[in-house]
Antibody
């Protein structure tokens, strides 16, 4: 079965740190650009970061730039999000998602994990 | 940054109804638009990409149209499984943006 499984969520204090992981099974993560998307309780979806297949191209939303770091280990079929200096407003469910690319361009985010909850509170 | 605005925010409908959700972009995005369905406690599911291409396995009662700045998602005959929140997403670049969502409820 093709799936992504996030882990590493939990309670973290403001100003602390937390590392989220996203493991792929049933397919090779190294074939896909990857994204992190989050959803605050009762709110909509917010894209926060992208990393290319090779890991050489990285983008962040303004809301997390300078505090969060996306990375990947293709040998381990895994994606990561290092959260540093989190704030209360970073409280959300964090999803990893693949971006499917065809010969005519991108086809959107086609594989999503089940999400991992991060709560930032003292 | 490109902003995406969906309307309505909430839509009340009945089984069998034809439902239309609108998504507007703050600037032209050509056809680089996707639609997702999300049910409570679940991850989003890709329904449509490139504005009008149905994702494999998605029922044909779902359809998408539009280009440039105005797009629509139509459900031709609403089924009980379709009560959910729907999001549009622009992906002209890797800085993607989602609409705020439309909740379809009874």
């Amino acid at each position: 079965e093709v799936q992504l499984v996030e882990s590493g969520g939990g309670l973290v204090q403001p100003g602390g740190s937390l590392r989220l992981s996203c493991a792929a099974s049933g397919f090779t993560l190294s074939s896909y650009g990857m994204n992190w998307v989050r959803q605050a309780p009762g709110r909509g979806l917010e894209w926060i970061s992208y990393i290319s297949v090779s890991g050489t191209t990285i983008y962040y939303a303004d809301s997390v730039r300078g505090r969060f770091t996306i990375s990947r280990d293709n040998a381990k079929n895994s994606l990561y999000l290092q959260m540093s200096s989190p704030r209360a407003e970073d409280t959300a469910v964090y999803y990893c998602a693949t971006i499917r690319v065809s010969t005519s361009g991108s086809d959107g985010f086609d594989i999503w994990g089940q999400g991992t909850m991060v709560t930032v509170s003292s | 940054d490109i902003q995406m605005t969906q309307s309505p925010s909430t839509l009340s409908a009945s089984v069998g109804d034809r439902v239309t959700i609108t998504c507007r972009a703050s600037q032209s995005i050509s056809s680089w638009l996707a639609w997702y369905q999300q049910k409570p406690g679940k991850a989003p599911k890709l329904l449509i990409y490139k504005a009008s291409t149905l994702e494999s396995g998605v029922p044909s009662r779902f359809s998408g149209s539009g280009s440039g700045t105005e797009f629509t998602l139509t459900i031709s005959s609403l089924q009980p499984d379709d009560f959910a929140t729907y999001y549009c997403q622009q992906y002209t670049s890797y800085f993607v943006a989602f609409g705020q969502g439309t909740k379809v409820e009874i």
